[in-house]
């Protein structure tokens, strides 16, 4: 599905004012955050029962899904695409190659806000749990985030 | 660039990632390292207060290095 770009204030205001418990998380979270990284998408990782929220929330803009919400939830994500592309994770928890867990319940209740403008907000995870977050992926792109992550963690 | 990009990319075996995350503790054994990457969030969150001016200086950057050194896109996701 390809269509124009869309303005980034529109994706962020539909992703805020969505009504879905959303946490920005991928390399746009550390863009929040002040680390000007490279980055094409968006990456969100939502509650397994706000997949119907998201997808109505982004249709206005043409964002349609990959994936049936049902399918979505059984392999645990999806993609919102209008050629930008916002990838969705669903799981409820998510484990980084050594076996850790983060659990998206625990994620949510320690999450952070970000003003998008004067009356929306997006939700990030707080920085140690972003960390993890990056150790799912693997790749030496996720090692340079964490090591970025990590010097803003230890800013005195 | 794109060589270089695509191992970016590669997914490392838990042995090697576990190995990366270690150097990363022993780098944070020094207390001014990270003191550049602090001091660069420190400029851009200056120079772009909000996080929409933030997001749309990254989308332009990645726009026109894709264009650029012909990065396909679904390597800069």
Request: one cysteine or more; charged letters at 35%; aromatic letters at 6%.
């Amino acid at each position: 599905v390809e269509g124009a770009p869309h303005d980034d204030a529109d994706i962020l205001i539909a992703l805020a004012e969505s009504g879905a418990r959303l946490l920005l998380i991928g390399r746009r979270a550390l863009v929040a955050l002040g680390l000007p990284m490279l980055t094409a998408d968006y990456d969100v990782w939502i509650h397994t029962d706000d997949i119907e929220r998201l997808n109505a929330a982004m249709a206005p803009l043409d964002f349609v899904p990959t994936r049936s919400p049902e399918e979505a939830r059984s392999r645990g994500r999806y993609v919102l695409e209008d050629g930008d592309h916002i990838d969705v994770m669903v799981a409820r928890s998510q484990a980084a190659p050594d076996g850790e867990h983060l659990a998206f319940d625990d994620a949510w209740s320690r999450r952070q806000a970000l003003a998008v403008s004067t009356s929306s907000k997006i939700h990030l995870p707080r920085l140690e749990d972003l960390i993890s977050t990056k150790r799912w992926g693997g790749r030496p792109r996720d090692l340079m985030d964490i090591e970025a992550l990590e010097a803003l963690r230890r800013a005195p | 660039v794109s060589a270089s990009h695509r191992s970016e990319e590669e997914r490392l075996s838990p042995e090697e990632f576990a190995r990366g995350l270690a150097r990363i503790q022993e780098h944070f054994k020094d207390p001014k390292a990270g003191e550049d990457t602090r001091e660069l969030a420190a400029w851009f969150l200056r120079r772009y207060p909000s996080l929409v001016e933030r997001c749309r200086y990254v989308t332009r950057r990645t726009s026109e290095i894709a264009r650029g050194s012909r990065i396909p896109r679904e390597r800069l996701e």
